[in-house]
């Protein structure tokens, strides 16, 4: 009996902490817009300036959420929808090509507080897949939903719909003709030892985490996959465990990279263990599974980030698009290898 009893309150008391985080003063996002063989030498302060503008408006939309009470689902909501709205980016407006010419997108997101989670792919018309994500996360019936029936059940929640050439950009369609002529797939990221894709100097798909003043965790990731995919090929974005993951009892994460090899590595679910029952900080974890992603092929990156605000944006690529802000407002981003640095926020419109 009191066997029984003990195993019944540790019960209890695991079912509390997943539904209830300690209030905390402490607040924090951190985003990534992608990571991959980012050379400075290919590219420009122009062009970087374009990139980092672009991290501080998802920055500065997600940390009005955070400073004005929101919850941690709702920022990384709103850090995501701007840069699936920006060019810039693989996510949304500026998605790569399939091999058939459309853009299709995909896109998770988790919440820490009770783990629930929604996830959408190989959307075509869907203005932010992470919206339509989150509409199935609090919908509660089902995790993921596909192309079509992924397309009918946001038209049906109110999400805005627009026309398959609201994502076309003229850069990411050459792109297309480039890998049609060369028959390769390209990525948003070195290829490394994998024959069967070819290196791309673009790079894009996006994610958050957030930490909101009531203790609670989230993550999301959105993506348009790979350019001149064929055969309805979804990489590990809208995988939740491999390219997502939140549980307050340890770490949000998000992750970029080689869709593949994340899935094989279940890398987001894999830094949460690692700081769950190994102990490890946020970076330690981070670095360990990007090590273990290596082993079989795959590079990329992750940010993380726990319940008491400590942080990492770990890579092991040249690059990483970045960024983060505290509660504080003080904002920082960060595109190759070093020290991230200060970046103003812009007013919200």
């Known amino acids: 009996m009191r066997v029984?009893?003990?195993?019944?309150?540790?019960?209890?008391?695991?079912?509390?902490?997943?539904?209830?985080?300690?209030?905390?003063?402490?607040?924090r996002l951190v985003i990534h817009g992608g990571a991959g063989t980012l050379d400075p030498a290919r590219s420009s302060p122009r062009i970087d300036a374009g990139y980092e503008q672009a991290l501080a408006a998802a920055l500065a939309a997600g940390h009005a959420v955070l400073a004005g009470g929101g919850s941690s689902v709702d920022a990384v909501v709103a850090a995501i929808a701007v840069?699936?709205?920006?060019?810039?980016?693989?996510?949304?407006?500026?998605?790569?090509?399939?091999?058939?010419?459309?853009?299709?997108?995909?896109?998770?997101?988790?919440d820490g507080a009770n783990r629930a989670a929604?996830?959408?792919?190989?959307?075509?018309?869907?203005?932010?897949?992470v919206r339509a994500a989150t509409a199935v996360m609090r919908d509660g019936v089902h995790v993921m939903l596909l192309g079509a029936g992924?397309?009918?059940?946001?038209?049906?929640q109110g999400l805005e719909i627009?026309?398959?050439?609201?994502?076309?950009?003229?850069?990411?369609?050459?792109?297309?003709?480039?890998?049609?002529?060369?028959?390769?797939?390209l990525r948003d990221h070195d290829a490394g030892p994998v024959a069967a894709y070819a290196p791309d100097d673009k790079r894009g798909t996006v994610g958050a985490v957030a930490l909101d003043r009531h203790g609670n965790l989230a993550a999301g990731t959105s993506t348009g996959g790979l350019t001149n995919k064929r055969w309805g090929r979804i990489g590990d974005s809208p995988v939740i465990g491999a390219g997502t993951w939140a549980d307050n009892r340890t770490v949000a994460v998000s992750a970029t990279g080689t869709g593949e090899m994340f899935i094989r590595s279940a890398a987001a679910h894999q830094v949460a263990a690692l700081v769950g029952l190994a102990g490890m900080s946020p970076a330690q974890a981070a670095d360990a599974t990007l090590a273990e992603v290596a082993e079989i092929g795959g590079d990329g990156g992750l940010i993380v980030l726990d319940a008491h605000g400590d942080f990492a944006m770990r890579?092991?690529?040249?690059?990483?698009?970045?960024?983060?802000?505290g509660s504080d407002g003080r904002a920082r981003v960060g595109i190759y290898g070093g020290e991230e640095k200060p970046v103003r926020l812009p007013a919200l419109r």
Request: hydrophobic share 45%; proline share 4%.
């Open 162 to 185: 627009v026309d398959p050439s609201w994502f076309r950009t003229e850069e990411r369609w050459r792109q297309l003709q480039k890998a049609r002529a060369a028959q390769r797939v």
């Open 4 to 27: 029984l009893l003990f195993a019944l309150v540790c019960c209890l008391m695991t079912n509390h902490t997943l539904a209830a985080a300690p209030a905390t003063a402490v607040t």
């Open 315 to 325: 890579f092991n690529t040249r690059g990483m698009y970045r960024g983060t802000v």
């Open 150 to 156: 992924a397309e009918e059940f946001a038209r049906a």
């Open 83 to 110: 840069m699936e709205d920006s060019p810039l980016f693989n996510a949304g407006r500026g998605a790569v090509f399939s091999h058939e010419g459309h853009n299709e997108l995909d896109a998770s997101i988790m």
């Open 118 to 129: 929604g996830a959408v792919a190989a959307v075509r018309t869907i203005r932010n897949p």
